[in-house]
């Protein structure tokens, strides 16, 4: 069976530091990767998204960037956090979306 | 800019009782949707797809598509206190194998012992 593992669960970070957050999944070859981000309160945002191995796309200008060194591995990064990267990071993965996506466990991160 | 839109509740609703979620979606060339359940502090889970105007049903959950009306809703019958939660509606942006979905803001379910 497919699982998808997110690390770490809970992250706190001084403003100006990097940031890596690493996803990989299981039991699958070639899946579609998401990263979301959830603010508080708020709605998932979609932030990238791979169809494969070097293939990155973005969806909204930001802090942040993501990339697929592996098939099966997802990583999201920053330079420099800024207070407003707070929230609540998700990973993901589907077969081209046909029957929706299974969610990583999440990463919690406070941005100080 | 496409947008999936649910009212954020709280909705409440006694043990035992029928709650009703809706959606609306505004592209008409989605073709998937999908309900999330996520607990407090936790991620989504998938509960249930469909995919074809109708009613499809899972055990106490029902998800209803109308295409025509840009509506989806999902019913939970026989409400559980287990069932408080957030529910997200998700929808298929229509663009390729991409896959990407657009949530909406989620509703809030309360159900009162």
């Known amino acids: 069976s497919q699982t998808i593992h997110q690390w770490p669960a809970t992250l706190v970070q001084p403003v100006g530091s990097p940031l890596s957050l690493e996803c990989t999944v299981e039991?699958?070859?070639?899946?579609?990767l998401y990263w979301y981000r959830q603010a508080a309160g708020r709605g998932l945002q979609l932030l990238f998204y791979?169809?494969?191995?070097?293939?990155i796309s973005s969806e909204v200008p930001q802090n942040l960037s993501a990339s697929r060194p592996q098939d099966r591995q997802f990583i999201l990064s920053s330079k420099k956090l800024l207070l407003s990267d707070s929230g609540f990071y998700l990973c993901?993965?589907?077969?081209?979306?046909?029957?929706?996506?299974?969610f990583g466990s999440g990463t919690r991160l406070t941005v100080v | 800019q496409k947008e999936v839109e649910q009212n954020s509740g709280p909705l409440s609703v006694p043990e035992g009782a029928i709650a009703s979620l809706n959606c609306t979606y505004s592209?008409?060339?989605?073709?998937?949707f999908f309900w999330y359940r996520q607990y407090s502090g936790k991620s989504p889970e998938l509960i249930m797809s469909?995919?074809?105007?109708g009613d499809k049903e899972d055990g106490r959950f029902t998800a209803q598509l109308n295409k025509a009306s840009q509506y989806v809703s999902l019913l939970i019958r026989d409400s559980q206190p287990s069932d408080s939660a957030t529910y997200l509606c998700a929808v298929n942006a229509g663009s390729g194998n991409t896959g990407k979905l657009i949530f909406g803001q989620g509703t809030t379910l309360q159900v009162k012992p």
């Open positions: 791979s169809v494969g191995i070097g293939q």
């Open positions: 993901a993965w589907s077969v081209q979306g046909i029957e929706g996506y299974t």
């Open positions: 592209d008409r060339g989605s073709q998937s």
């Open positions: 469909i995919y074809s105007n």
């Open positions: 039991g699958t070859s070639n899946p579609n």
